[in-house]
Each structure stands twice: as structure tokens, then as C-alpha cells.
């Protein structure tokens, strides 16, 4: 019997998105949330800063990997919630060193989904008592489906055909997901995002590089010709979308998560190049336009991403609230106010 049926294990919680979901969590529930995070090169304690004198946020450093570890976290915690957002997620980090991505987004995302098969389930369709409401909700990505052309979007019922290491292992987690609830009746949601972006994001992506080129007055590098076409979410929407689909997700079921703002890379430079001039002018007058360079594109850059979202909109009643250009302001804002944060 759950000891305490509140409490919520959120992977990966130090990153980019999960602490932006956590601070979702501790200001609208009233959940235990334990953040269990390696804190590799994409974790941040930073992101945290505001949840460490709260009594309800718990943080454990750990891989997602020990599966004795996370063990012994269901044994204490008795969680019926889990979002794993833990994964490795830099394409060109997947491309130079793939075997990180196999270990983290595939071992990790079973020993996640044994142990609380496990904790929750006495046989397969069984749930122990005080278990039958409990939920796993695994965040996934629109890279899954490959790339598209200048039209057409991305549907849950889009094949997979993953075109990086990156995207490769993520739909590998995928199926391992799909198959725990086919297989064992897995009490599992499963969601598939666009490019975020907002607060605390990595200084590695593209929006942060953009930035922190533009202020520290080096080249802004854009790959290739800087059409490569992205739908941008921004964090705070996705994190909402998130929660919707774990409490009221059909278990078993996809759903894609969208921003319906479609805007291609040099746009992108162009716009964060236009807030700048706006916010903090360069000295010589100039506009930060002019640091804008083309570098080489990177290997299988894929052309397109584009997320149909009106199936959560649909079943769960959900929508992206922001824009591009209202969530960049917010965003830029942000950096300009802890640049630190864009500094190695």
C-alpha cells in the first residue's frame, strides 16, 4: 500500500525542461517531488535555485541507469507519478559520441519502466493495491518522425523513421514504452514535442547560441543556408501539456505536443537580432544582424519539423498559449537578466 500517494519522480528534473516543469509542480500542486538527475553536462543545480528551501522538493543525484537506485526511490516514495524527461538530447553530441544516447535514452528508459512495472503491477493487467491509478508519462520528440517537406505535419500516426542517434534512440524508448502497455498493461502515456525554448535552457541550443554570439560580439553561426524549418514551443506550454496528458491521458496513447509556430533559423536570428538592437544597442550602432554567418551544415540535418497537436487539443482540451515572438521576448528578457547563465 502507497505510503504516500503525492509523491511524484520527475527524471532528469535539473535540466532545461524538467525544472521548468518542477517550478510548475511546487507552484500549482501540492505533490512531493523528487528529482532524480545525473547532472551531466545538461544539468543544472542552477535551474533549481528556487525550489531549495521548499520542504515538498526533494533532489537526488543519480543515473536513471541504477536500477538499484531508482528502486530503492519507489521502496521510500511509494510513487504513483512518474515524467522521465531524462535523456540525452544534443544532436551533435549524438553524432560524435552515439553510445551515451544508447545508454541513457534506452537501458535508462527500461530500468525506469522495470522498476515501476515492479512497484506498481503483480503480473501483467494486475495492479497491487493502491497502485491502480498510477502513471508513467514518457517525454519524447517530433525527431522520431523524421523530416518533412515544405508542407504536411507531423500526426501520431506518422511512421517513425528517426534520421540521427539522437532520434534513433528516443524512438527506441518509444517502443519500449509501447510495448510495457501492451504487454503488461503499463499504466503509460507517451508525448512527442517540438523544439522548446525559453528560461534556462542549455547554452549549447541554438536560441541561447544566438544570444550569447550576439552579446559577446563573436559570429552568429547558423547552419547551412538557415532554412531549416522548426515548430517552436515554448517551455512553459510544453510543461502544461505535459501535466494534461498525465492526469487525463488515454493510457497507451501519443500524443503530439505543438506550438503552431513554424519559423526557420535565419528568421529566428533575425528576430532575436531585432529585440537585441531594441533592448541593448551595440556601441558602433550597428545592428547584430551583421554577426550573422553561415557556417557548414551538420550531417542529416533534417529540413523540416511540424507538430499536429489537435489531438491533445481535441481529447485533453489543451493549447500553447504563447507565440513565437511574445515567448522570445519573454525568453530574451531572461538571458539578459542572468547572462551568466550563456557563459561555459
Keep these: 500500500m502507497p505510503q504516500n500517494s503525492k509523491a511524484i519522480l520527475v527524471t532528469g528534473g535539473a535540466g532545461f525542461i524538467g525544472s521548468n516543469?518542477?517550478?510548475?509542480?511546487?507552484?500549482?500542486?501540492?505533490?512531493?517531488?523528487?528529482?532524480?538527475?545525473?547532472?551531466?553536462y545538461a544539468g543544472d543545480l542552477r535551474n533549481l535555485e528556487f525550489a531549495e528551501s521548499n520542504p515538498s522538493y526533494h533532489f537526488v543525484e543519480g543515473d536513471i541507469c541504477d536500477a538499484a537506485l531508482v528502486d530503492s526511490l519507489f521502496t521510500k516514495y511509494s510513487f504513483e507519478r512518474v515524467v522521465h524527461f531524462a535523456a540525452e538530447s544534443h544532436v551533435d553530441n549524438s553524432i560524435s559520441n552515439p553510445?551515451?544516447?544508447?545508454?541513457?535514452?534506452?537501458?535508462?528508459?527500461?530500468?525506469?519502466?522495470?522498476v515501476a512495472y515492479k512497484h506498481w503491477m503483480d503480473a501483467p493487467n494486475k495492479f497491487k493495491s493502491g497502485y491502480a491509478?498510477?502513471?508513467?508519462?514518457?517525454?519524447?520528440?517530433?525527431?522520431?518522425?523524421?523530416?518533412?517537406?515544405?508542407?504536411g505535419l507531423f500526426t501520431e500516426q506518422t511512421p517513425?523513421?528517426?534520421?540521427?542517434?539522437?532520434?534513433?534512440?528516443?524512438?527506441a524508448s518509444d517502443?519500449?514504452?509501447?510495448?510495457?502497455?501492451?504487454?503488461?498493461?503499463?499504466?503509460?502515456?507517451?508525448?512527442?514535442?517540438?523544439?522548446?525554448?525559453?528560461?534556462?535552457?542549455?547554452?549549447?541550443?541554438?536560441?541561447?547560441?544566438?544570444?550569447r554570439s550576439a552579446?559577446?560580439?563573436?559570429?552568429?553561426?547558423?547552419?547551412?543556408?538557415?532554412?531549416?524549418?522548426?515548430?517552436?514551443?515554448?517551455?512553459?506550454?510544453?510543461?502544461?501539456?505535459?501535466?494534461r496528458a498525465?492526469?487525463?491521458?488515454?493510457?497507451?496513447?501519443?500524443?503530439?505536443?505543438?506550438?503552431?509556430?513554424?519559423?526557420?533559423n535565419l528568421y529566428i536570428a533575425n528576430y532575436i537580432c531585432e529585440l537585441l538592437d531594441q533592448k541593448v544597442p551595440r556601441e558602433d550602432g550597428q545592428s547584430y544582424k551583421s554577426q550573422i554567418s553561415f557556417v557548414t551544415d551538420r550531417p542529416g540535418h533534417d529540413f523540416r519539423y511540424a507538430i499536429d497537436a489537435s489531438k491533445?487539443?481535441?481529447?485533453?482540451?489543451?493549447?500553447?498559449?504563447?507565440?513565437f515572438e511574445s515567448g522570445m521576448d519573454k525568453t530574451l528578457n531572461w538571458y539578459l537578466n542572468n547572462r551568466n547563465r550563456l557563459e561555459a
Aim: overall charge negative; hydrophobic content about 35%; proline content about 4%.
Design 21 to 40: 516543469y518542477i517550478k510548475m509542480l511546487l507552484e500549482t500542486t501540492d505533490l512531493t517531488v523528487v528529482n532524480l538527475d545525473k547532472l551531466t
Design 99 to 114: 553510445d551515451a544516447f544508447v545508454q541513457t535514452n534506452v537501458v535508462g528508459t527500461h530500468r525506469l519502466l522495470q
Design 133 to 151: 491509478n498510477a502513471r508513467f508519462l514518457h517525454v519524447s520528440t517530433d525527431e522520431v518522425y523524421g523530416t518533412l517537406g515544405a508542407e
Design 160 to 171: 517513425y523513421a528517426p534520421n540521427s542517434p539522437y532520434s534513433a534512440s528516443k524512438a
Design 175 to 211: 517502443m519500449l514504452v509501447r510495448s510495457y502497455f501492451h504487454t503488461y498493461g503499463f499504466p503509460a502515456v507517451t508525448t512527442n514535442c517540438s523544439n522548446n525554448y525559453g528560461p534556462h535552457q542549455h547554452r549549447e541550443k541554438l536560441i541561447p547560441t544566438i544570444i
Design 215 to 243: 552579446i559577446s560580439g563573436k559570429n552568429i553561426p547558423i547552419y547551412g543556408d538557415g532554412q531549416n524549418i522548426r515548430d517552436w514551443l515554448y517551455v512553459a506550454d510544453h510543461c502544461s501539456g505535459v501535466h
Design 246 to 264: 498525465l492526469e487525463n491521458g488515454r493510457l497507451g496513447e501519443t500524443y503530439n505536443i505543438g506550438g503552431k509556430n513554424e519559423r526557420n
Design 312 to 323: 491533445i487539443t481535441i481529447e485533453l482540451g489543451w493549447e500553447a498559449q504563447e507565440h
